[in-house]
């Protein structure tokens, strides 16, 4: 299964909303990403988990909570959300952490389109 | 922070001619990928070189890299409509806090019409 798959594939809520997105991997990844995607933009890193711990968080606002519950899952939670948070959301994995020699490729799901009214 | 800059930012081609996209950074990196997009959805890993190689192909594709001018290309060789996409070329930094982790460029959209 060389596949990274993500639901919802698209989700809307309001602002007082709390919901939750999921990605999912079963390739023996030990690193797996978020990234947010605004339209026309490239993605931007939002978190980095390695072996199951969060390891980096690119100053995103407490209102996305990421959550890594084993090796193979990986959710970010969403808490009052505003308008301006509205994009497409990306989980992507890769087989080591990047930055320990081991550098390869990243494997992206299909995303999930969140829109806040 | 974007350290990446495609050019150009759209391509409009016609099948069969090849497209040449250019990807410039600012910093050291460990290697640097390409990455395409079709329209809004999720990423597909084209290629990777490493920062010690100078070119690699793989079918239709030919990267370059110019480490001493932090810049790399991708030609598409007799492209296909199916070719249209959004490409991303993405920097594994070399250095910092953020080593090694995926830092994207703004992308070239690219047109192949039949």
């Known amino acids: 299964d060389t596949e990274v798959t993500q639901t919802p594939k698209h989700l809307v809520m309001g602002m007082t909303n709390k919901k939750s997105l999921k990605c999912e991997q079963h390739?023996?990844?030990?690193?797996m990403y978020w990234y947010k995607q605004k339209a026309k933009k490239p993605p931007e890193l939002m978190f980095v988990?390695?072996?199951?711990?969060?390891?980096i968080n690119e100053s995103v606002p407490s209102r996305f909570s990421p959550e890594c519950p084993n090796s193979s899952l990986l959710n970010l939670h969403l808490h009052a959300l505003q308008p301006e948070d509205s994009a497409l959301y990306l989980c992507?994995?890769?087989?080591?952490?990047?930055?320990?020699?081991?550098?390869?490729?990243?494997?992206f799901g299909p995303g999930t389109r969140l829109t806040v009214l | 922070s974007q350290q990446g800059e495609e050019d150009p930012q759209a391509l409009s081609i016609q099948e069969g001619e090849n497209a040449t996209m250019n990807c410039s950074y600012k910093t050291s990196i460990n290697n640097l990928q390409w990455y395409r997009q079709n329209s809004g959805r999720g990423l597909v890993h084209l290629i990777l070189i490493r920062s010690n190689e100078r070119e690699k192909h793989s079918g239709r594709l030919r990267v370059t890299l110019d480490t001493s001018k932090k810049s790399s290309s991708l030609l598409i060789t007799a492209s296909r409509a199916a070719d249209t996409a959004s490409y991303f070329c993405a920097t594994a930094l070399a250095y910092g806090g953020s080593q090694g982790n995926l830092i994207f460029g703004k992308g070239t959209k690219l047109s192949v019409k039949p």
């Open positions: 992507a994995s890769s087989q080591e952490p990047m930055g320990q020699g081991l550098d390869g490729e990243q494997f």
């Open positions: 988990y390695s072996y199951e711990k969060l390891s």
């Open positions: 390739m023996g990844h030990r690193a």
